[in-house]
């Protein structure tokens, strides 16, 4: 029989229109294969075909991001910021081989306007493009577009409120950038559960979240610190890696609200 946990809610729900930019905090959101509609749709990569990523350019947790299926604004947060970039997305333009990681995929590119700014705000040269083609995620059976790995991360707010019991100073979610988070599984019960009902639609907890040094880049600001990924080795390193949050992988789409209804379906 499956468990039920009839407290349990959804809290937040974040889209990262471009790969290591800042999220997006939505009130509802069209789940998909793939995610969150319009989840990493765009990426920076290197003139190789290479992802850039906030481990290598930590400015890039300032940018802003937001994307409504034509047109992409990136805004940068701090002092002295330039002015916001506009760019209606191409679809039209040459199809690249990039890589994500070690995974061969395909991008769009947005053309030389969009690589002049973003080369400039990095002061590395790169070059804009969006997802096109198919990705499937290395296990689980899903679909994924720039994402590192898999459609949809999920953590629960008790494991945040844990590590922040262990933390000098305690840090916000945004450090970890989930896509959904759920409040009422307790900590770490995104590691106990296999299946999830989210509303109406059905979410697989798939692989377990290997944790880098993105984790101690400030998202605010882009600084970059030892926290909290040193307190996380010292009691959530699981195979060899610093684990927080679950990997996962939509069964059904649908429509996800914050506020909606979270139950277990199976456990593990």
């Not at 990569?45 to 906030?54: A, I, K, N, W, Y």
């Not at 306007?113 to 059976?141: K, N, P, Q």
């Not at 991360?153 to 450090?175: H, K, Q, T, Y």
Request: aromatic share 6%; net charge negative.
């Amino acid at each position: 029989m499956p468990a039920s946990s009839p407290s349990a809610v959804v809290t937040e729900l974040n889209v990262y229109p471009l790969k290591s930019g800042g999220g997006t905090a939505l009130h509802t959101a069209e789940l998909l294969p793939t995610g969150l509609r319009h989840d990493r749709e765009f990426m920076l990569v290197t003139p190789e075909g290479r992802f850039l990523s906030q481990r290598d350019y930590a400015r890039m947790a300032v940018l802003r991001p937001s994307y409504d299926g034509e047109v992409l604004m990136v805004e940068v947060a701090g002092p002295a910021a330039p002015a916001p970039f506009v760019h209606k997305a191409v679809d039209d333009g040459p199809v690249l081989e990039v890589l994500v990681h070690r995974y061969e995929c395909q991008g769009t590119d947005q053309g030389d306007e969009a690589a002049a700014w973003f080369s400039a705000l990095l002061d590395t040269d790169c070059r804009l493009v969006r997802f096109t083609g198919h990705r499937r995620t290395s296990r689980g059976g899903g679909e994924v577009a720039f994402a590192d790995g898999y459609p949809l991360l999920v953590i629960s707010a008790e494991s945040l409120a844990d590590l922040n019991g262990r933390l000098d100073e305690p840090v916000p979610m945004n450090r970890f950038r989930p896509s959904v988070v759920i409040e009422g599984l307790g900590p770490y019960g995104e590691d106990r559960v296999r299946l999830l009902r989210v509303g109406g639609t059905l979410i697989e907890m798939v692989k377990s979240c290997a944790r880098c040094l993105i984790i101690t880049t400030d998202q605010d600001t882009g600084e970059r610190g030892r926290e909290p990924l040193r307190t996380l080795a010292g009691y959530r390193t699981i195979d060899r890696g610093v684990r927080f949050g679950q990997n996962a992988v939509p069964r059904t789409t649908g429509t996800l609200t914050v506020g909606d209804p979270v139950e277990i379906v199976e456990a593990r």
